[in-house]
């Protein structure tokens, strides 16, 4: 290799690429597992829509277009889906670019971003990047503590971030506590709400944010295709905002940012109701059976309305894992997540939910319990 001359702007230095870790397919080979059961990704493990599927076959002959730049079609039908209007609307390859260009058509250089400590790892990295401030408060039994937040905010705030339900703890915040926070939160500040595990809060205290937009202009809602609709290898997400602030972010955004496949699956499977509800139906059930057999084991969880657990197991979360892994069940540790003796595990099916449990007594029995 040569010696590389050139050097990339000094702020990468304060950035590390997010850590992909190995593929499913070279665990396997390496571990010689005939097959592993993934539950680290937080992805619908019930697939998506049979309808997309279909559908999406009838879309291979116009490939060889461009996408529709403006999503007009899809738009169209989230618009009258939320209630909402068209031009409230922004669609992102994922609600992961519509986190990027947030930042970089709103935040300046030396600007600050309010988020939770432990919270979705690209607010952080996207602040970093544009050159902005991250300002971290830190959760209180795995949930935003709004009123710190609010306390955080100085005359260089330009955006808060609230992640709810909370990636990785899968806690919701309150929903009176939320609805105050939005009413005190500054005008000019931007209030992020990422709503990624929207479809999955079942609780009564979950807020329904939408009819907010009408009072405050500063409320931008993320949602996401990836979760419950099963569609994150398309990339495709949506945010629900003032017209101005979708505006600007299609000032900032790739012309064809969004793919002609996952425009046309997303319209399906909003058609597909069915298959949302019976996704959240399942998740309902397989959550209610780790949340019973945790408890009896005594192993402490965040209540979680999503489609994850953060399980705490006494021992180091990395451990565990690599025990679980020789049973063929790939989780994510805590450990980089924040929670160093804990693991976070994907709801999946009431077989591999079972599956889990058995491997994790297993474990313990071995290991000796929590501590
Ligand atoms: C809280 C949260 N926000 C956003 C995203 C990004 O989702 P998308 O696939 O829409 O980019 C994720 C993905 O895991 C997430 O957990």
Redesign the pocket.
Known sequence: MMAVKVKSREILQMVTAYPLGKSVYDLQKEMGLPSIINLSE?ENVFGCSAQVKNHLTHQLDHLFTYPDGSARLLTTKLAEFLNVKSDQLFIGN????I?RLLLRAFLNAGDEAVMAEIT?P?YKTNVTIEGGRPVLVPLIDGTHDLDRMLASITEKTKLIFV?NPN?PTGTIVEKKKLEHFIAKVPEHILIVL?E??YEYATSEEYLQSVTYLKKYSNLVI?R?F?KVYGL?GL?I?YGMMDPYIASELNKVKEVFNVNQLAQAAAIVALEDQKFRLECVERNEEGKHLLESELTKMGYPFFHTQANFMMIHTGQPGDIVCRELLKHGLLVKSGAALGYPNAIRVTISSMQDNHYFIKCLKNIEKRNGGVS
């Open positions: 937080i994922g609600s992961d670019e986190i979705f690209r992640c990636n990422d990624a595990y993320l996401t990836s994150a990339r997400g």
